[in-house]
């Protein structure tokens, strides 16, 4: 950010001068200097060589413009949005979001991390391709300004999620072309350099962090596996079994209850599609469990048996809170009951019941 102000205020005190001396010199009032250093205003840019050679400093030193921002402003700037998006006008937020691009254009985390906030709330929008269409310029530019391989990574990954969301799978294809290729393993490599070298606690760690990824894969993965083997019966079932299994084995309704919900919701879907009811029920029935019980307070945690992932975790880009407010949240978690394929179980009582139940238990109402 421009920090004009303070660097006048500074170099003013150093110099031990008045305001009235500065002002006399720049032939301004002594109130607008007051203004330049309180940041209520800035110097017209013919000052600037003035007030630079007065100081004896570079014009770039006067601006001081601040270009780094710091990994805990990024996150703080995310949730402060989050927050706003669930209780203010989106126009305004999103004004406020694009402000702080504009002043940070250089920044790729910042941007990063914007269009995230904003994949995660572009809904709210009235004309959604608009946001999405914003969204595809930061990434962009982050490809303009960073030679960061992770960070470009992500920037790949995230514009083929807007190419699906665009309806565009094509882009999205070509975006992921080569992705599907043997895993290297570096994180056994790591792990057992730090094994020989004496680091147990390192190496477990690594181990740990390993692990946790591949079974959130492996559950993540299941919904859209669903979907394809839907006219399998003994692979659906078979799915839904393992799936279940690896839930109850690991505790994953604690330990990361939304991959058990987005199972959950998957399971009913194709059940709601194949017209069977018992199963329908039964899922519905887990959902709302774990959006009652098990989802709050929401955030990425590890448990007693990963005992040893908070440190990796409050390394993440955006920390281990949650990444939309919890209002939108719960809104978001009672709309999953009214999904287009669940509209023919509507006047059901299991289906009303549920709903009520999900209701009272988010909202009290």
């Not at 008045?18 to 309180?38: F, I, P, R, Y």
């Not at 595809?136 to 920037?155: A, G, N, P, Y």
């Not at 994180?187 to 477990?204: D, F, M």
């Not at 390993?210 to 492996?218: A, D, H, R, V």
């Amino acid at each position: 950010m421009l920090r004009i102000g303070s660097i006048i205020l500074r170099q003013r005190q150093r110099l031990n001068i008045t305001q009235e001396t500065l002002a006399t010199h720049c032939q301004v009032t002594k109130a607008s200097v007051s203004k330049w250093e309180k940041g209520q205003s800035y110097p017209d840019i013919t000052l600037l060589p003035k007030l630079a050679a007065y100081f004896d400093i570079t014009v770039d030193e006067l601006l001081s413009y601040e270009q780094e921002v710091s990994k805990q402003k990024i996150q703080e700037l995310y949730n402060d949005f989050s927050q706003k998006f669930g209780k203010e006008p989106f126009p305004l937020v999103f004004q406020e979001v694009e402000n702080q691009v504009k002043t940070h254009y250089h920044h790729p985390s910042l941007l990063l991390q914007m269009s995230v906030l904003m994949l995660n709330h572009y809904h709210l929008a009235e004309d959604s391709t608009i946001i999405l269409n914003q969204i595809i310029q930061w990434l962009e530019r982050i490809r303009q300004v960073s030679q960061d391989v992770w960070v470009l990574r992500q920037v790949n990954s995230l514009q083929a999620n807007v190419a699906l969301m665009q309806a565009n799978p094509q882009k999205t294809l070509e975006l992921l072309d080569g992705v599907i290729q043997p895993s290297i393993g570096d994180e056994v490599l790591l792990a057992t350099a730090h094994e020989q070298l004496g680091n147990k606690e390192e190496a477990t760690r690594v181990i740990q962090v390993l692990m946790y990824q591949s079974i959130l894969q492996l559950v993540g993965s299941s919904p859209i596996y669903l979907r394809l083997t839907a006219s399998d019966t003994s692979a659906f079932d078979e799915t839904i079994r393992r799936i279940d299994g690896l839930i109850e084995l690991y505790e994953l309704k604690q330990l990361h209850p939304n991959i058990c919900l987005q199972f959950y919701v998957s399971v009913a879907q194709v059940a709601a599609n194949t017209h069977n009811r018992e199963l329908l029920y039964q899922y519905l029935e887990n959902y709302v469990e774990v959006c009652i019980h098990d989802l709050w307070p929401i955030a990425l945690r590890g448990d007693s048996y990963f005992n040893l992932l908070e440190g990796w975790l409050e390394q993440l880009d955006l920390g281990k809170n949650a990444l939309r407010n919890d209002d939108l949240i719960k809104q978001s978690a009672i709309e999953v009951m009214n999904a287009q394929f669940f509209e023919p179980y509507q006047k059901d009582k299991e289906m009303r019941a549920l709903k009520e139940k999900l209701r009272w238990g988010l909202e009290g109402k």
